[in-house]
Nanobody
Framework: QLVESGGALVQPGGSLRLSCVAS??????????TGWFRQTPGMEREFVAG????????SYSDSVQGRCTVSVDNAKNTVYLEMNLLNPGDTAIYYC????????????????????WGQGTQVTVSS
């Protein structure tokens, strides 16, 4: 099971940290990838960032590169997405997803390659 939290209403230029907690069988192996995706109504789901639990290698989309940091706390079975310099274009429902098992440090950006999904958390950037 995956549970996201941390979504909120924030002003342009602000920051947020989203959390994704893995439980059950998803917390038992480090051979997995967690990806963050976002989606707005009428738009395709978009890859934002991803991280390997094995070696903490990361990948970011061009739209958030330099503004976001994804990290993992293995002891807490939690992946974080820290977002800075938020703008209205970042408004979306943010989902975390897990691909497991996964070997190697390649981080896929296609949603269908992920096996498990959380329920999403709303991020709204507005003044």
């Amino acid at each position: 099971q995956l549970v996201e939290s941390g979504g909120a209403l924030v002003q342009p230029g602000g920051s947020l940290r989203l959390s994704c907690v893995a439980s059950g069988s998803l917390s038992s192996s480090e051979n997995k990838i967690t990806g963050w995706f976002r989606q707005t109504p009428g738009m395709e789901r978009e890859f934002v960032a991803g991280i390997s639990w094995n070696d903490a290698s990361t990948s970011y989309s061009d739209s958030v590169q330099g503004r976001c940091t994804v990290s993992v706390d293995n002891a807490k079975n939690t992946v974080y997405l820290e977002m800075n310099l938020l703008n209205p274009g970042d408004t979306a429902i943010y989902y975390c997803a897990v691909r497991s098992p996964h070997f190697g440090n390649y981080i896929p950006q296609a949603g269908p390659l992920y096996d498990y999904w959380g329920q999403g958390t709303q991020v709204t950037v507005s003044s």
